[in-house]
Protein backbone atom coordinates (compact mmCIF):
# COMPACT_ATOMS: atom_id res chain seq x y z
CA UNK A 1 0.00 0.00 0.00
CA UNK A 2 1.61 3.33 -0.91
CA UNK A 3 2.34 5.41 1.92
CA UNK A 4 -0.08 8.35 2.85
CA UNK A 5 0.82 12.03 0.75
CA UNK A 6 2.04 14.54 3.20
CA UNK A 7 -0.58 17.65 3.90
CA UNK A 8 0.96 20.86 4.57
CA UNK A 9 -0.88 21.07 7.75
CA UNK A 10 0.83 18.53 10.19
CA UNK A 11 -0.84 18.09 13.83
CA UNK A 12 1.33 15.74 16.67
CA UNK A 13 0.64 15.07 20.17
CA UNK A 14 2.20 12.68 22.44
CA UNK A 15 -0.23 10.84 24.97
CA UNK A 16 -0.91 11.90 28.50
CA UNK A 17 -3.31 11.53 31.74
CA UNK A 18 -5.29 14.25 32.10
CA UNK A 19 -7.49 15.77 35.26
CA UNK A 20 -10.69 16.12 32.56
CA UNK A 21 -13.04 16.15 35.87
CA UNK A 22 -11.51 20.26 36.39
CA UNK A 23 -10.41 21.36 33.27
CA UNK A 24 -12.71 22.97 31.50
CA UNK A 25 -12.67 25.47 34.13
CA UNK A 26 -9.19 25.84 34.28
CA UNK A 27 -8.81 26.53 30.15
CA UNK A 28 -11.08 29.47 31.13
CA UNK A 29 -8.22 32.16 30.93
CA UNK A 30 -7.26 30.88 27.90
CA UNK A 31 -10.66 30.57 26.28
CA UNK A 32 -11.00 35.05 26.77
CA UNK A 33 -7.73 35.25 25.33
CA UNK A 34 -8.37 32.68 21.81
CA UNK A 35 -11.92 34.95 21.60
CA UNK A 36 -9.49 38.00 20.37
CA UNK A 37 -7.05 35.84 18.72
CA UNK A 38 -9.92 34.42 16.58
CA UNK A 39 -10.95 37.81 16.09
CA UNK A 40 -7.82 38.73 15.16
CA UNK A 41 -7.54 35.92 12.89
CA UNK A 42 -10.33 36.67 10.74
CA UNK A 43 -9.73 40.16 10.21
CA UNK A 44 -6.27 39.34 9.30
CA UNK A 45 -7.22 36.28 6.99
CA UNK A 46 -9.35 39.35 5.20
CA UNK A 47 -5.96 41.15 4.41
CA UNK A 48 -4.20 37.87 3.50
CA UNK A 49 -6.94 37.58 1.01
CA UNK A 50 -6.44 40.65 -0.97
CA UNK A 51 -2.77 40.39 -0.80
CA UNK A 52 -2.78 36.94 -2.68
CA UNK A 53 -5.08 38.09 -4.86
CA UNK A 54 -2.61 41.15 -6.12
CA UNK A 55 0.30 39.52 -5.13
CA UNK A 56 0.20 35.79 -4.86
CA UNK A 57 1.98 35.77 -1.78
CA UNK A 58 0.47 35.21 1.66
CA UNK A 59 2.07 38.42 3.99
CA UNK A 60 4.73 36.38 6.45
CA UNK A 61 3.80 38.21 9.35
CA UNK A 62 -0.12 37.30 9.06
CA UNK A 63 1.13 33.84 8.36
CA UNK A 64 2.56 33.26 11.53
CA UNK A 65 0.27 34.77 13.68
CA UNK A 66 -2.91 32.87 12.50
CA UNK A 67 -0.58 29.48 11.95
CA UNK A 68 0.18 30.68 16.17
CA UNK A 69 -3.80 31.50 16.82
CA UNK A 70 -4.11 27.78 15.36
CA UNK A 71 -1.26 26.15 17.55
CA UNK A 72 -2.60 27.86 20.61
CA UNK A 73 -6.31 26.41 20.38
CA UNK A 74 -4.91 23.28 19.31
CA UNK A 75 -3.26 23.20 22.54
CA UNK A 76 -6.09 24.04 24.90
CA UNK A 77 -7.97 21.59 22.94
CA UNK A 78 -5.98 18.82 23.63
CA UNK A 79 -5.87 19.29 26.99
CA UNK A 80 -9.12 19.78 27.57
CA UNK A 81 -12.48 19.10 25.60
CA UNK A 82 -10.32 18.22 22.44
CA UNK A 83 -8.92 15.22 23.60
CA UNK A 84 -7.94 15.30 27.25
CA UNK A 85 -4.52 13.93 26.39
CA UNK A 86 -2.15 15.84 28.87
CA UNK A 87 -1.61 17.42 32.38
CA UNK A 88 0.77 19.84 31.13
CA UNK A 89 -1.25 23.55 30.89
CA UNK A 90 -0.67 24.99 28.07
CA UNK A 91 1.34 28.23 27.50
CA UNK A 92 0.05 31.14 26.66
CA UNK A 93 2.16 31.60 23.55
CA UNK A 94 1.98 31.74 19.54
CA UNK A 95 5.12 30.01 19.05
CA UNK A 96 5.33 26.24 19.37
CA UNK A 97 6.66 25.01 22.90
CA UNK A 98 8.55 21.92 22.14
CA UNK A 99 8.72 20.90 25.51
CA UNK A 100 4.76 20.79 25.35
CA UNK A 101 3.08 17.62 23.92
CA UNK A 102 1.16 18.70 20.99
CA UNK A 103 2.07 20.48 18.18
CA UNK A 104 0.68 21.98 14.86
CA UNK A 105 2.69 23.22 11.69
CA UNK A 106 1.79 24.60 8.53
CA UNK A 107 4.50 24.81 5.61
CA UNK A 108 4.73 28.66 4.35
CA UNK A 109 3.69 28.51 0.64
CA UNK A 110 5.61 30.23 -1.69
CA UNK A 111 3.03 30.66 -4.18
CA UNK A 112 -0.47 30.99 -4.13
CA UNK A 113 -3.60 31.22 -6.12
CA UNK A 114 -5.21 34.81 -6.23
CA UNK A 115 -8.22 33.27 -7.76
CA UNK A 116 -8.57 29.70 -5.19
CA UNK A 117 -8.39 32.47 -2.59
CA UNK A 118 -11.62 34.34 -3.45
CA UNK A 119 -13.51 30.98 -3.58
CA UNK A 120 -11.92 27.99 -1.66
CA UNK A 121 -12.91 29.30 2.07
CA UNK A 122 -16.59 29.95 1.03
CA UNK A 123 -17.57 27.21 -2.25
CA UNK A 124 -14.67 24.91 -2.29
CA UNK A 125 -14.67 24.07 1.16
CA UNK A 126 -18.23 23.95 2.20
CA UNK A 127 -18.10 19.33 1.55
CA UNK A 128 -15.29 20.02 4.39
CA UNK A 129 -17.57 22.30 6.56
CA UNK A 130 -20.67 19.66 6.62
CA UNK A 131 -17.92 16.75 8.00
CA UNK A 132 -16.59 19.57 10.00
CA UNK A 133 -20.36 20.59 11.66
CA UNK A 134 -20.38 16.25 12.84
CA UNK A 135 -16.74 16.66 14.11
CA UNK A 136 -17.41 19.72 16.22
CA UNK A 137 -21.43 19.92 16.75
CA UNK A 138 -21.84 22.96 15.56
CA UNK A 139 -22.58 24.80 11.94
CA UNK A 140 -20.61 28.22 13.13
CA UNK A 141 -18.15 26.66 10.52
CA UNK A 142 -21.06 27.57 7.49
CA UNK A 143 -21.85 31.09 9.02
CA UNK A 144 -18.41 32.26 9.75
CA UNK A 145 -17.03 31.48 6.30
CA UNK A 146 -19.80 32.40 4.21
CA UNK A 147 -20.34 35.51 5.81
CA UNK A 148 -16.77 35.82 7.72
CA UNK A 149 -18.75 37.79 10.32
CA UNK A 150 -17.29 38.70 13.50
CA UNK A 151 -20.10 36.78 15.88
CA UNK A 152 -19.88 33.56 13.34
CA UNK A 153 -15.68 33.61 14.21
CA UNK A 154 -16.43 33.60 17.74
CA UNK A 155 -19.07 31.26 17.37
CA UNK A 156 -16.60 28.74 15.62
CA UNK A 157 -13.74 29.19 18.40
CA UNK A 158 -16.07 28.22 20.83
CA UNK A 159 -18.30 25.32 19.34
CA UNK A 160 -14.81 23.81 18.71
CA UNK A 161 -13.58 24.55 22.32
CA UNK A 162 -16.72 23.06 23.43
CA UNK A 163 -18.25 25.67 24.90
CA UNK A 164 -20.36 28.95 23.79
CA UNK A 165 -19.56 32.77 24.76
CA UNK A 166 -23.08 34.00 24.22
CA UNK A 167 -25.49 31.01 25.26
CA UNK A 168 -23.54 28.71 27.84
CA UNK A 169 -22.08 25.41 26.82
CA UNK A 170 -22.43 24.48 22.95
CA UNK A 171 -23.67 20.92 22.19
CA UNK A 172 -20.95 18.34 22.20
CA UNK A 173 -19.80 17.22 18.51
CA UNK A 174 -18.29 14.14 17.60
CA UNK A 175 -15.16 14.98 18.90
CA UNK A 176 -16.02 15.99 22.41
CA UNK A 177 -18.59 12.95 22.90
CA UNK A 178 -15.62 10.71 21.79
CA UNK A 179 -12.98 12.18 24.42
CA UNK A 180 -15.84 11.72 27.17
CA UNK A 181 -15.67 8.60 26.72
CA UNK A 182 -12.05 8.13 27.19
CA UNK A 183 -11.99 10.07 30.15
CA UNK A 184 -14.60 8.14 32.05
CA UNK A 185 -12.85 5.13 30.82
CA UNK A 186 -9.40 6.58 32.55
CA UNK A 187 -11.34 7.15 35.38
CA UNK A 188 -12.12 3.99 35.87
CA UNK A 189 -9.43 2.13 34.80
CA UNK A 190 -6.38 4.43 35.49
CA UNK A 191 -5.82 4.12 31.47
CA UNK A 192 -6.89 6.09 28.32
CA UNK A 193 -7.82 3.52 25.52
CA UNK A 194 -5.28 3.71 22.59
CA UNK A 195 -7.87 3.19 19.74
CA UNK A 196 -9.93 5.97 21.21
CA UNK A 197 -7.04 8.37 21.48
CA UNK A 198 -6.16 7.50 17.84
CA UNK A 199 -9.40 8.42 16.55
CA UNK A 200 -9.91 11.23 18.22
CA UNK A 201 -6.53 12.68 17.13
CA UNK A 202 -7.75 11.63 13.43
CA UNK A 203 -10.83 13.84 14.27
CA UNK A 204 -8.91 16.79 15.58
CA UNK A 205 -6.19 16.35 12.48
CA UNK A 206 -9.18 16.58 10.04
CA UNK A 207 -10.62 19.78 11.39
CA UNK A 208 -7.11 21.83 11.41
CA UNK A 209 -6.66 20.63 8.14
CA UNK A 210 -9.61 22.07 6.98
CA UNK A 211 -9.12 25.37 9.03
CA UNK A 212 -5.78 25.81 7.49
CA UNK A 213 -7.15 25.41 3.84
CA UNK A 214 -10.03 27.75 4.81
CA UNK A 215 -7.54 30.35 6.47
CA UNK A 216 -6.06 30.30 2.84
CA UNK A 217 -2.85 28.82 4.38
CA UNK A 218 -2.84 26.42 1.41
CA UNK A 219 -4.27 25.99 -2.13
CA UNK A 220 -3.81 21.77 -2.02
CA UNK A 221 -7.42 20.56 -0.67
CA UNK A 222 -7.92 19.00 2.27
CA UNK A 223 -7.85 15.04 1.85
CA UNK A 224 -10.76 13.19 3.41
CA UNK A 225 -8.88 11.16 4.94
CA UNK A 226 -8.63 10.15 9.15
CA UNK A 227 -5.02 9.79 9.97
CA UNK A 228 -5.33 8.45 13.00
CA UNK A 229 -2.50 8.19 16.16
CA UNK A 230 1.01 8.25 15.55
CA UNK A 231 2.40 11.11 13.55
CA UNK A 232 1.50 12.88 11.10
CA UNK A 233 2.22 12.33 7.67
CA UNK A 234 5.17 14.04 6.33
CA UNK A 235 6.34 15.40 10.15
CA UNK A 236 10.16 14.57 10.29
CA UNK A 237 11.11 16.06 13.63
CA UNK A 238 9.23 16.14 16.99
CA UNK A 239 9.42 15.01 20.53
CA UNK A 240 9.21 11.24 20.80
CA UNK A 241 5.54 9.91 21.40
CA UNK A 242 4.34 8.39 24.77
CA UNK A 243 2.66 4.80 24.80
CA UNK A 244 -1.11 4.91 25.87
CA UNK A 245 -1.92 4.76 29.03
CA UNK A 246 1.61 6.93 30.01
CA UNK A 247 1.10 9.84 32.26
Do not use: C
Not at 5 to 22: I, M
Not at 75 to 86: L, N
Not at 145 to 160: E, I, Q, T, V
Not at 203 to 231: E, I, S
Request: hydrophobic content about 50%; cysteine-free.
Amino acid sequence: MAAAQAYPVRVDAPLSRGLWLVKWILVIPHYFVLAFLWLFFVVLSGAAMVAIVLTGRYPRPIFEFNVGVLRWTWRVRYYAIGAFGTDIYPPFTLADDPAYPAHLEVEYPQRLSGGLALVKWWLLAIPQYIIIAVFTGGGSWFGWRLGYSHSASLAFGSDWFGISYNSGWSSFGLIGIVAVIAAVVLLVTGRYPERIFDFVLGLNRWVLRVAGYAGLMTDRYPPFRLDMGGRDPGTLTLPPAAGPGTG
